[in-house]
């Protein structure tokens, strides 16, 4: 049996959108892990290098890139983020 899959954001503090990721993720109850590109090259050139995108948020679930945070919020509404985030074993 699997545990849930890991959560990444690659965001930045004042980013609005990454804001509002955050809050959407916590409203499902996930936890997740943020990695602040603002102070940090080598981790904004590995956030391009596997997204291929310059803007925050990027999120993963598990080994899927998502998007941002009009991606994430159009999968909730489409009804399936839930099961991205609580995959039946």
Do not use: N, W
Not at 5 to 31: D, N, Q, T
């Amino acid at each position: 049996m699997h545990g849930p899959p890991e959560i990444v954001i690659f965001a930045k503090p004042l980013c609005p959108y990454c804001v509002a990721a955050k809050s959407l993720l916590r409203e499902k109850g996930v936890a997740f892990r943020e990695v602040d590109v603002s102070r940090d090259q080598a981790l904004s050139d590995e956030m391009v290098q596997r997204t291929g995108r310059r803007t925050v948020p990027q999120i993963f679930i598990g080994d899927r890139h998502i998007g941002g945070f009009d991606d994430l919020s159009a999968l909730d509404r489409a009804g399936e983020l839930d099961a991205l985030l609580h995959p039946v074993a």
